[in-house]
């Protein structure tokens, strides 16, 4: 499988994964995708498309701007180098990060007292999990400590992510000591053509457990369930750092993805 072909599978992933939560508005040579329900996603270049103009991305900000919703573009570097080209000519600044699929995936033993569980739909504490994730990935490591604390996931947001563990489009994984919730991670797989693609979302660990190899131990283990359907498991990483720690349970790098916000 070359680079370009395993890229182009993605690139239908990303088109197909929105569908469920999200209507569909073509803006050119763009797709933007408008949330459903509670989770937001992104305008990007429509399938087949090589030739992303600038007044194609002035037109789904304006259209992201009347929606009231994030103004965010995504898309592969590789698969539409133009994109870059537009957002720039329209002032706006991208952000980079590494694209990984899984390659030679690798057994992670858990640290010492941890146990994994899959997550149920009726899981009572499911709000909890939604609060760790979002904890996880603030830059503040202590609720009491300064800058502002993550905020409550909202009943919509707990009640959307229940519906779709219930129907199989995320799959969560979570990681105890006794009965203390330390990491949580998903993957969420969608049928595109004739296989079942998944992307590996959401991995994060309580500040004061990072660095103990718990997040690599539930990524393999999500790895290891997404396998079991899935011929292609991908990941975006947020940097070169963290696109190290996968390579080591067993991804490779294959392209770039790319942000901006208008």
Do not use: K
């Not at 509670?38 to 030739?51: C, H, I, K, N, T």
């Not at 600038?54 to 539409?80: F, G, K, N, S, Y």
């Not at 002032?91 to 590494?98: E, I, K, N, R, Y």
């Not at 975006?236 to 349970?249: I, L, N, Q, T, W």
């Amino acid at each position: 499988m070359t680079v370009d072909a395993t890229l182009q599978r993605v690139e239908h992933y990303y088109d197909a994964a929105p569908r469920s939560d999200a209507r569909v508005e073509e803006i050119g040579s763009l797709t933007l995708f408008v949330g459903n329900g509670p989770w937001s996603y992104y305008a990007r270049p429509r399938l087949g498309v090589s030739e992303v103009v600038l007044q194609d991305i002035d037109r789904a900000c304006a259209r992201m701007r009347e929606l009231d919703v994030p103004q965010a573009l995504e898309w592969l570097a590789e698969a539409t180098p133009s994109m870059r080209v537009a957002a720039s000519r329209a002032g706006l600044s991208t952000v980079d990060g590494p694209l990984l699929v899984v390659a030679d995936p690798v057994d992670v033993m858990l640290p010492g007292g941890v146990r994994l569980f899959l997550v149920g739909a009726d899981e009572p504490a499911l709000r909890d999990y939604l609060y760790l994730s979002a904890r996880a990935f603030s830059e503040t490591d202590d609720n009491d400590g300064p800058g502002q604390a993550s905020p409550d996931p909202t009943e919509a947001a707990v009640a959307h992510l229940r519906a779709r563990i219930a129907d199989g489009r995320t799959v969560m994984m979570a990681a105890m000591s006794g009965t203390r919730l330390l990491a949580v991670g998903s993957h969420q797989p969608v049928v595109v053509g004739n296989e079942v693609i998944s992307e590996i979302v959401g991995v994060g660990t309580l500040p004061d457990f990072r660095g103990r190899g718990l997040g690599a131990a539930l990524t393999a283990a999500l790895v290891a369930d997404a396998r079991q359907e899935c011929s292609l498991v991908f990941l975006s990483a947020g940097d070169d750092d963290s696109a190290r720690v996968y390579e080591r349970v067993g991804f490779a790098q294959a392209g770039t993805t790319c942000l901006a916000s208008c």
